[in-house]
């Protein structure tokens, strides 16, 4: 079977959570041909791979979202847009039709009542040279002035337009691109990697798979709510956005997994058919975290984090952390196990800030490999405000070493389990709390007993629920499963 696997912002630019699912993925079905089309966010990553692609990975396309613009010496042209063009464009501003009972009030539309069929074919339309043909086209301007001036008539008309072209330019980039032929469509996130699944299931009529490890849509709302790029008032705007391109994923996927309950249920309430949900859980190789090299006993007490130094991550917080445990356990140090030149000023903040508190013995590592490094460690540190089910805490957790954990996505299901019979993997903290983050670290510290019977049942827990094993079965059964129906489908039709 051909799998087109659809990746976001992650593989093979990006080393970590997801990236490492997808290479587990892959390298675990040899039987399978691979074909992956990606979607990142600036040209200067073209073809700058962080992993060693695997031999059934048969082909790459490569797409970066800040690719068009608007500069050039030659003017947009403009196209005519049918009705059903005009209403699908109206849709997806959140622009509805007006209610009976109020003519002058209009409403923005469910978010997944977007006529996605005509906007596959109106950006796919060769009347459309440039986005520009379209973005700056009298019947684009005409709906926005009309349609979009009713409900955001509160927002100057250039700063809508500007706001609106910047949304929709990398998804309109996104949509005219190749869509290589597979049999089945495998979307590693919503947001433009779902979109684009969505299309190339409506083109070849190929079964679409949606894997979320975190809620893309809730991300994106994250993060804008926190921007300081969006002005306050454009912030609505773009969170339905994000929440209309989950909906068309949702609503084009065959199956829509992710890895545990609550991610389950969050998707449900935004909209997603359950009969199309299922659970499947990360999954490591176990035994390859056993017997790893141990520190000489020295009288150092070393915390790890194996994170990527990025704001997501909290970096800041586990520095503040950090301090307060120096003052309880001069003998602490800290070592920050991950990619360093992914977070740009972010890393030069945090480097300052342990330089103002005046910190010894923090560790950037950069990259490593991590077997290398999990057994010099004592205890294990994760400070993210967002996560979904962290492979790093498996990695912690399968080398016997305690975890404390902010209590973001499925990493208090990790630590303390769920009706499993085991007890608890380490201690579960609010997010962003520098005290009891410390507090924590401090307690297991001086309790070898305690970090002991964690790391026990931590390990334990992974090798009964999150085996690579498990992981890879449950994908190449749905993948089957799926091809098998398409088959049918096929020999039905004909």
Same mark, same amino acid.
């Given at each position: 079977?051909?799998?087109?696997?659809?990746?976001?912002?992650?593989?093979?630019?990006?080393?970590?959570?997801?990236?490492?699912?997808?290479?587990?993925?892959?390298?675990?079905?040899?039987?399978?041909?691979?074909?992956?089309?990606?979607?990142?966010?600036?040209?200067?990553?073209?073809?700058?791979?962080?992993?060693?692609?695997?031999?059934?990975?048969?082909?790459?396309?490569?797409?970066?979202?800040?690719?068009?613009?608007?500069?050039?010496?030659?003017?947009?042209?403009?196209?005519?847009?049918?009705?059903?063009?005009?209403?699908?464009?109206?849709?997806?501003l959140g622009c509805g039709g007006a209610r009976p009972e109020q003519a002058e009030e209009r409403i923005a539309p469910p978010i997944d009542e977007v006529d996605w069929e005509a906007l596959f074919g109106l950006f796919r339309s060769r009347r459309l040279r440039h986005p520009a043909d379209l973005l700056a086209g009298r019947d684009f301007l005409d709906l926005l002035v009309v349609s979009g001036a009713e409900r955001y008539g509160h927002i100057p008309l250039t700063e809508?337009?500007?706001?609106?072209?910047?949304?929709?330019?990398?998804?309109?980039?996104?949509?005219?691109?190749?869509?290589?032929?597979?049999?089945?469509?495998?979307?590693?996130?919503?947001?433009? !990697?779902?979109?684009?699944?969505? =299309?190339?299931?409506?083109?070849?009529?190929?079964?679409?798979? @949606?894997? %979320?490890? $975190?809620? +893309?849509?809730?991300?994106?709302?994250?993060?804008?709510?926190?921007?300081?790029?969006?002005?306050?008032?454009?912030?609505?705007?773009?969170?339905?956005?994000?929440?209309?391109?989950?909906?068309?994923?949702?609503?084009?996927?065959?199956?829509?997994?992710?890895?545990?309950?609550?991610?389950?249920?969050?998707?449900?309430?935004?909209?997603?058919?359950?009969?199309?949900?299922?659970?499947?859980?990360?999954?490591?190789?176990?035994?390859?975290?056993?017997?790893?090299?141990?520190?000489?006993?020295?009288?150092?007490?070393?915390?790890?984090?194996?994170?990527?130094?990025?704001?997501?991550?909290?970096?800041?917080?586990?520095?503040?952390?950090? !301090?307060?445990?120096?003052?309880? =356990?001069?003998?602490?140090?800290?070592?920050?196990?991950?990619? @360093?030149? %992914?977070? $740009?000023? +972010?890393?030069?903040?945090?480097?300052?800030?342990?330089e103002s508190l005046g910190l010894a013995d923090v560790y950037f590592t950069g990259h490593v490999n991590v077997r290398e490094w999990l057994g010099r460690m004592d205890l294990m540190l994760l400070t993210s405000v967002s996560e979904g089910q962290p492979l790093a805490v498996l990695e912690g957790m399968a080398a016997g070493l305690p975890w404390v954990v902010t209590d973001v996505g499925d990493c208090r299901g990790l630590v303390e389990g769920s009706g499993d019979g085991?007890?608890?993997?380490?201690?579960?903290?609010?997010?962003?709390?520098?005290?009891?983050?410390?507090?924590?670290?401090?307690?297991?510290?001086?309790?070898?007993?305690?970090?002991?019977?964690?790391?026990?049942?931590?390990?334990?827990?992974?090798?009964?629920?999150?085996?690579?094993?498990?992981?890879?079965?449950?994908?190449?059964?749905?993948?089957?499963?799926?091809?098998?129906?398409?088959?049918?489908?096929?020999?039905?039709?004909?």
């Amino acid at each position: 079977m051909r799998i087109c696997l659809i990746a976001e912002g992650s593989y093979p630019y990006v080393t970590g959570g997801v990236s490492n699912w997808i290479q587990t993925l892959v390298t675990g079905m040899p039987e399978h041909e691979f074909v992956l089309h990606t979607i990142g966010a600036h040209e200067s990553q073209r073809g700058h791979f962080r992993y060693e692609l695997p031999v059934n990975m048969v082909a790459v396309y490569e797409t970066f979202l800040t690719h068009y613009s608007f500069s050039g010496k030659r003017w947009a042209r403009g196209i005519r847009l049918t009705e059903r063009e005009k209403a699908a464009l109206a849709g997806l501003l959140g622009c509805g039709g007006a209610r009976p009972e109020q003519a002058e009030e209009r409403i923005a539309p469910p978010i997944d009542e977007v006529d996605w069929e005509a906007l596959f074919g109106l950006f796919r339309s060769r009347r459309l040279r440039h986005p520009a043909d379209l973005l700056a086209g009298r019947d684009f301007l005409d709906l926005l002035v009309v349609s979009g001036a009713e409900r955001y008539g509160h927002i100057p008309l250039t700063e809508l337009f500007w706001s609106v072209r910047s949304m929709l330019l990398p998804l309109i980039q996104t949509l005219r691109q190749h869509v290589p032929k597979a049999d089945l469509y495998h979307a590693v996130t919503t947001g433009y !990697a779902g979109v684009f699944g969505a =299309l190339a299931s409506h083109l070849y009529g190929k079964p679409l798979v @949606v894997t %979320e490890h $975190g809620i +893309y849509s809730r991300e994106r709302e994250e993060e804008i709510l926190k921007a300081d790029w969006v002005r306050e008032h454009l912030k609505e705007l773009w969170i339905e956005h994000f929440y209309r391109l989950s909906a068309c994923a949702y609503r084009y996927a065959d199956r829509v997994l992710t890895l545990f309950d609550r991610n389950r249920e969050i998707e449900i309430e935004l909209g997603c058919p359950p009969e199309k949900t299922a659970i499947v859980p990360n999954g490591i190789e176990v035994e390859a975290y056993g017997n790893l090299p141990a520190a000489q006993p020295d009288g150092r007490f070393r915390i790890g984090a194996i994170v990527r130094v990025v704001p997501i991550k909290d970096i800041k917080t586990m520095i503040l952390s950090f !301090a307060l445990i120096k003052r309880e =356990l001069p003998e602490a140090e800290l070592y920050i196990m991950g990619p @360093v030149d %992914e977070g $740009g000023e +972010y890393e030069a903040e945090c480097r300052r800030l342990v330089e103002s508190l005046g910190l010894a013995d923090v560790y950037f590592t950069g990259h490593v490999n991590v077997r290398e490094w999990l057994g010099r460690m004592d205890l294990m540190l994760l400070t993210s405000v967002s996560e979904g089910q962290p492979l790093a805490v498996l990695e912690g957790m399968a080398a016997g070493l305690p975890w404390v954990v902010t209590d973001v996505g499925d990493c208090r299901g990790l630590v303390e389990g769920s009706g499993d019979g085991l007890g608890p993997a380490g201690i579960v903290v609010p997010v962003m709390h520098v005290e009891r983050i410390a507090a924590a670290a401090v307690r297991l510290a001086r309790d070898p007993r305690l970090r002991a019977e964690m790391g026990r049942n931590g390990r334990e827990r992974v090798r009964r629920l999150y085996t690579r094993e498990r992981f890879i079965n449950e994908y190449r059964r749905l993948y089957d499963e799926l091809g098998e129906a398409e088959t049918w489908r096929a020999s039905a039709s004909n």
